[in-house]
């Protein structure tokens, strides 16, 4: 079993982190099998690389700088630094209050990580590092496959965060995501998401319109662990697989009979659930049968086919993997069987990508995830294990979540003195009197609230947040609010 230690999950310190795009070389270019994109695996892992290595500086950085606290020149010598292996300067008056008693590392940790979440959402939204070249490709094939829009629920777990842009290579801006603890996705919700689509294409043809044979295509992603199972599956379901599978399955049939039941029978929704072992990123794909019926026991591993097709050509592997899919969902639509194809060839880069650049699986096959995401928004995160999510409104409506993430982070960083980076987030629509407003009141609400919850961690300096809008209509970054780090009397007085 692999322990959750921080230290030894996050090594290293680079310089720079964030000073452009660099191609990872050495790891050669050929992939072993023949659907592999390797010039693609070898850019994701390049930003993989950079990012997890800004976020895993902070340590013995900082520990650098404890060391020196004492010493002449201290607050020019760390900022030199922090200059140099961060990429940035830290707040002067936490290292100008040192002379008086022991440096504050639970603050400077927390405001380094901040800064470091920062400065990477700064890049993803104006350098946009893990694009698409095919989002409108995309598009047309999941119309021609029968669906007008993917809706994938992920577990919340930070190992399930990089599903849609690296696990299924899909165009990010092209697929509603929404992560959940245990796939377990709010119905409600969803309704309405389902119904804005819908209005959307009768209104606006957006993105077809609403006489277009197609469907809705709500997807749940459980996940489970193959090298330690009864360990480092999913928290909410116990690691038990099966158990998670079932929950996920009898969540995505109350979300159709909801929709059913609220607007006809015949409304157009479709089903898909899909288990990832989180250990080396392959997928299984749960199938259904001509009444979209889908089957526990029946599923199609990607893992099996990337073996049985890795000697052959790339059209001879495609049509195996094809033919698999029809023998294994004989009744389903055409279009749907592309789509599982598609899926699952997808993922055959993936489970090379592991293979190539991880050793066959992940080190760090349990949680080592840099800090809690809680809000609305998170676009950029499409990072395995570095944000574990608490999608909310209220603290009281998502609570099982945030303990869960709180208790992860327990182990993660409180276990070794280190607090819990919150990052509270609500993006809005710019376009919208007063949306601006009503999203900086969330994230003032959700901190009172945490503030409530998790007094004694807090108290003791071991939870800080920092508060976040963007305007996701503009596309712009993101824009501060405030930071518990560097306000502490603001966040004493809630």
Not at 42 to 68: G, H, M, Q
Not at 79 to 102: C, K, N, S, T, Y
Not at 338 to 344: C, P, S, T, Y
Not at 451 to 473: E, F, K, Q
Request: charged share 25%; proline share 3%; net charge negative.
């Amino acid at each position: 079993m692999v322990h959750a230690t921080a230290p030894r999950r996050r090594p290293g310190a680079v310089r720079a982190p964030f000073a452009g795009l660099r191609h990872a070389t050495g790891w050669g270019q050929q992939g072993a099998h023949p659907l592999a994109r390797s010039e693609e695996n070898a850019r994701l892992f390049d930003y993989e690389r950079r990012i997890k290595s800004a976020f895993d500086a902070i340590v013995p950085t900082l520990k650098r700088v404890s060391a020196l606290q004492h010493e002449e020149q201290f607050e020019l010598r760390a900022q030199d630094l922090a200059r140099e292996r961060l990429g940035f300067e830290l707040p002067e008056q936490i290292l100008a209050d040192a002379w008086v008693e022991q440096l504050d590392m639970r603050r400077l940790f927390a405001w380094c990580v901040f800064e470091t979440y920062r400065r990477f959402c700064d890049e993803f939204f104006t350098t946009d590092p893990l694009k698409s070249d095919d989002e409108a490709a995309f598009d047309q094939f999941l119309q021609e496959c029968g669906f007008h829009l993917l809706d994938v629920s992920p577990c919340s777990d930070g190992r399930l965060a990089h599903v849609v842009r690296y696990v299924l290579r899909l165009p990010y801006r092209m697929v509603r995501r929404k992560s959940y603890a245990g796939a377990l996705f709010d119905i409600e919700n969803s309704l309405e998401k389902w119904t804005e689509t819908e209005l959307l294409r009768f209104r606006e043809g957006r993105p077809n319109t609403a006489d277009a044979p197609t469907r809705y295509l709500k997807a749940a992603v459980y996940h489970y662990s193959s090298r330690d199972p009864a360990h480092e599956g999913c928290a909410a379901h116990g690691s038990d697989a099966a158990a998670a599978a079932r929950a996920g399955l009898e969540r995505l049939l109350a979300f159709q009979q909801a929709v059913q039941n609220t607007h006809c029978c015949g409304a157009s929704i479709d089903l898909l659930l899909i288990g990832l072992d989180t250990d080396t990123d392959a997928i299984r794909v749960h199938i259904a049968n001509g009444a979209g019926e889908i089957d526990l026991h029946g599923m199609i591993e990607a893992r099996d086919l990337y073996t049985q097709t890795q000697r052959l050509t790339a059209q001879q592997a495609r049509a195996r993997i094809e033919t698999r899919v029809k023998e294994a969902a004989p009744d389903v639509p055409e279009g749907t069987q592309r789509l599982i194809a598609r899926l699952l060839e997808n993922n055959l880069s993936q489970i090379e990508y592991v293979r190539r650049y991880h050793s066959e699986h992940y080190r760090d096959i349990g949680h080592a995830e840099r800090f809690i995401g809680a809000g609305k928004g998170f676009e950029e995160v499409q990072l395995r294990n570095l944000t574990y999510f608490a999608y909310l409104d209220t603290v009281e409506e998502a609570a099982d979540d945030l303990d869960v993430g709180v208790k992860i982070f327990s182990r993660l960083n409180v276990a070794h003195g280190l607090p819990v980076p919150v990052v509270i987030r609500y993006d809005y629509q710019g376009h919208v009197p007063g949306a601006r407003e009503r999203a900086a009141e969330h994230c003032q609400r959700v901190a009172q609230a945490m503030s409530a919850r998790y007094a004694d961690l807090i108290g003791r300096g071991l939870i800080h947040m920092l508060m976040l809008v963007r305007d996701c209509a503009a596309g712009g970054s993101i824009e501060v609010l405030g930071c518990s780090v560097t306000e502490q009397e603001m966040w004493e007085s809630h």
